[in-house]
């Protein structure tokens, strides 16, 4: 009987809802840091909206640094929640493009401009946490945040 790393990693899935006393949070899951921002970022917007109806037809960049790898995520999601609320864009797609681990996070983030008549919205996120906000490495990379909705 021999131990499949590839394939386990294969069927990760990318995110899970937490359920949490008048919040909501996520455990995300990823094979790199990278995998596991972007489903981070996924996972966040998931929860605001279906993002089955969501395409990914404008961009806006993104920059956080941070002090170490927990701040980075609060940092991280914390600029794409704001960039929701001042652009109005809904995103579905986040690209990473250099990370300096526990430093500093820059990529490009994908979605539409909000439209009510065509996107569910589920729930409105006010905020990141740090309550409870986990990042660990074993077989594979995963991470615990709970939002303020």
């Known amino acids: 009987l021999g131990y499949n790393i590839k394939a386990e990693v294969k069927l990760m899935k990318k995110y899970e809802m937490i359920e949490h006393t008048a919040e909501i949070g996520i455990k995300a899951y990823g094979k790199n840091e990278e995998e596991l921002f ?44 704001y ?35 065509k996107h569910r919205l589920l729930r409105d996120i006010k905020a990141v946490t740090f309550h409870n906000l986990e990042v660990k490495k074993n077989k594979v990379w995963t991470a615990s945040v709970i939002f303020d909705i």
């Open 38 to 81: 972007s489903n981070l970022a996924e996972g966040m917007f998931s929860i605001t909206a279906g993002l089955e109806n969501v395409k990914p037809e404008v961009s806006c960049n993104f920059e956080a640094s941070a002090e170490n790898v927990q701040e980075l995520v609060f940092m991280y999601l914390s600029r794409l929640l």
């Open 83 to 117: 960039l929701f609320e001042t652009k109005n864009i809904l995103f579905c797609r986040f690209e990473i493009a250099r990370l300096e681990p526990g430093k500093k996070i820059t990529g490009k983030a994908w979605g539409e401009t909000l439209n009510r008549e």
